[in-house]
């Protein structure tokens, strides 16, 4: 019932777009800090089939949660920055090392780093998430035990890392020894699952900038991540919200850290490239 109930808002909303437009987006730009000019429509790059335009789901927002977003200090999100920043200087493991330790430029050392991540990882033989990296950091470099993927720590580190490419322009690499990842992530994301028989193509680009329920859809850019979600008032990784998406439409989602995710975060990335990297940034 609830499956058939959802499938049937969808195709009202879309029979709605057909009939009267589809509803617009809130049109004022999104400036942090009344200086930092973010890119949040762009031309789709080559690779994708069936859009001409990109947009950030900062634009599919009410005015009231975008506002969050124009100020870092209203942005809740920055409160997981300053507690990674706390990180960053603390000794953990038996190496007796922080972050600090070896990176002595800050996190400015990270600066482009988000832009173009996840990337091929020649070393590691496979795609790698900036979550990878930091894991790496503390296994191999600190001796310290790895973080969860979504654990706390580990989204606001990566809120820390990302905040130095913030107004960069997405662009991740999707050729070369990245093809195969990239052409599996383009299969998951078109495929149908679950018992409401939804790919991500159905919401994201079949039916964005429509309503379904309350919910404004967006074509689900991953620039703004990691994003501090009003729903459940925490910072919420990108792995994390693939595996909600599943689980709405009665899917088995796969592991977060898992191939599959890692190849679909590399295909989803690569539909919003162009856009600037906006994290930490605020959504419903």
């Known amino acids: 019932m609830i499956g058939s109930n959802l499938l049937r808002v969808a195709s009202i909303a879309t029979i709605a777009s057909l009939a009267f437009g589809t509803i617009t987006a809130n049109a004022q730009s999104l400036i942090i800090n009344?200086?930092?000019?973010?890119?949040?429509?762009?031309?789709?790059?080559?690779?994708?089939?069936?859009?001409?335009?990109?947009?950030?789901?900062?634009?599919?927002?009410?005015?009231?949660?975008?506002?969050?977003?124009?100020?870092?200090?209203?942005?809740p999100g920055?409160?997981?920055?300053?507690?990674?920043?706390?990180?960053?200087?603390?000794?953990?493991g038996s190496a007796g090392k922080s972050c600090a330790a070896c990176h002595t430029g800050g996190p400015a050392e990270f600066a482009g780093l988000r832009t173009v991540l996840p990337r091929w990882d020649d070393e590691a033989g496979a795609i790698q998430s900036m979550e990878d990296y930091i894991n790496e950091c503390r296994t191999e470099r600190m001796q310290a035990d790895a973080w969860k993927w979504s654990g706390t720590s580990m989204t606001a580190m990566t809120a820390l890392i990302s905040l130095e490419s913030r107004g960069m322009p997405v662009n991740v690499v999707i050729d070369g020894?990245?093809?195969?990842?990239?052409?599996?992530?383009?299969?998951?994301?078109?495929?149908?699952?679950?018992?409401?028989?939804?790919?991500?193509?159905?919401?994201?680009?079949?039916?964005?900038?429509?309503?379904?329920?309350?919910?404004?859809?967006?074509?689900?850019?991953?620039?703004?991540?990691?994003?501090?979600?009003?729903k459940n008032a925490k910072l919420n990784s990108t792995h994390a919200r693939f595996k909600g998406c599943m689980k709405n439409i009665r899917a088995?989602?796969?592991?977060?850290?898992?191939?599959?995710?890692?190849?679909?975060?590399?295909?989803?990335?690569?539909?919003?490239?162009?856009?600037?990297?906006?994290?930490?940034?605020?959504?419903?």
């Open 177 to 230: 020894p990245a093809s195969d990842a990239w052409e599996q992530g383009k299969d998951i994301y078109y495929t149908r699952v679950g018992q409401l028989d939804m790919s991500c193509a159905n919401c994201h680009e079949n039916n964005y900038d429509t309503m379904i329920r309350a919910d404004h859809l967006s074509q689900g850019q991953t620039n703004g991540f990691p994003v501090y979600r009003l």
């Open 78 to 92: 920055m409160i997981f920055v300053d507690q990674a920043l706390d990180e960053w200087a603390k000794v953990d």
């Open 252 to 284: 088995t989602p796969y592991k977060e850290g898992s191939d599959e995710f890692r190849a679909l975060e590399l295909y989803v990335a690569s539909r919003g490239n162009g856009l600037s990297v906006e994290g930490a940034s605020v959504r419903n």
């Open 34 to 75: 009344e200086e930092e000019l973010m890119i949040t429509q762009a031309p789709a790059a080559a690779h994708l089939e069936n859009l001409d335009e990109v947009f950030s789901g900062w634009i599919y927002r009410t005015k009231e949660t975008q506002s969050l977003q124009l100020d870092d200090f209203d942005n």
